[in-house]
Every structure is written in C-alpha cells, then in structure tokens.
C-alpha cells in the first residue's frame, strides 16, 4: 500500500519532521499533539512534549510565568517541514498560554526518555502554507 501524492506530485510531509517556537524561542519537542481548533468559540489545546534535560526549564519557566499573570501569553508557531526541511505547513497558536504541565513518569523497570509534557490553551489556532499568514492576525 503506498501513499497518496498531492496535486503536485509531492509525497506528504512526515509527520516527525517539525519545529516549535514558543515566542523567540525555539523548543526541542519530541511530540506535538491535539493540534485541533474549536470554531465556536474559537479556541484550541496543544500538549508540547520533551525530553528533560538538566538545566534546562523552558517549559517549566513559562507554566510559572502563566500561574502568576493570567494575561502572560505568546504566539506559539508549529512548522512541519518537508523531506527539503522547508515549511510546508505552519500552525499559528496566537494567544497561547501554558495551564497544565505534567513531569515525567519516572519507573526503574523500564528503559526510556524522561518526557515532560505542557498544555497550552489558546485564544485562536490558524493553519498557512509555508511561513506567512493566510489571513491577517486577530486580537
């Protein structure tokens, strides 16, 4: 069974090829999901997941920022890149605050990656081809 090309020809983008910047600065994740929007109101959740790493609370940081000052929000942008690692969709996250972060689980019987994972709500979710905005920004 193969894949369905585009009008283009083109095979679609795979899916573990992304990158994530949360204002100026630029995550790592290793997982991006519950990327859906909500027409009415318009809203939507994200859970961003990463690897932890010593010295490093990016996330953390900004759940902290978002508990102390309900106004505290980013525009978050989701860029899935193609085989050329050129944008081929971009989410724009606008409104975006952190309300939910969650450790990682941590289990001395099993090998693995320890995962933090942060939720993030937002006032609007809008899709572009490539990096610029199909429709204008709305406060």
Do not use: Q
């Amino acid at each position: 069974m193969s894949l369905p090309r585009g009008d283009d020809g083109r095979w679609p983008s795979p899916a573990f090829r992304f990158r994530v910047n949360l204002g100026d600065d630029a995550l790592g994740l290793v997982r991006v999901s519950g990327l859906e929007a909500v027409a009415d109101p318009p809203s939507g959740r994200v859970l961003l997941s990463r690897g932890v790493f010593g010295g490093e609370l990016t996330l953390w940081r900004w759940f902290e920022e978002c508990s102390a000052d309900p106004e505290a929000t980013r525009t978050i942008t989701i860029d899935l890149l193609d085989a050329d690692g050129a944008i081929s969709r971009r989410w724009w996250l606008d409104g975006a605050r952190a309300v939910r972060i969650s450790g990682p689980e941590l289990d001395a019987t099993v090998s693995a990656a320890a995962i933090e994972t942060l939720e993030v709500a937002c006032a609007r979710i809008s899709a572009s081809v490539g990096s610029r905005r199909s429709r204008p920004e709305h406060d």
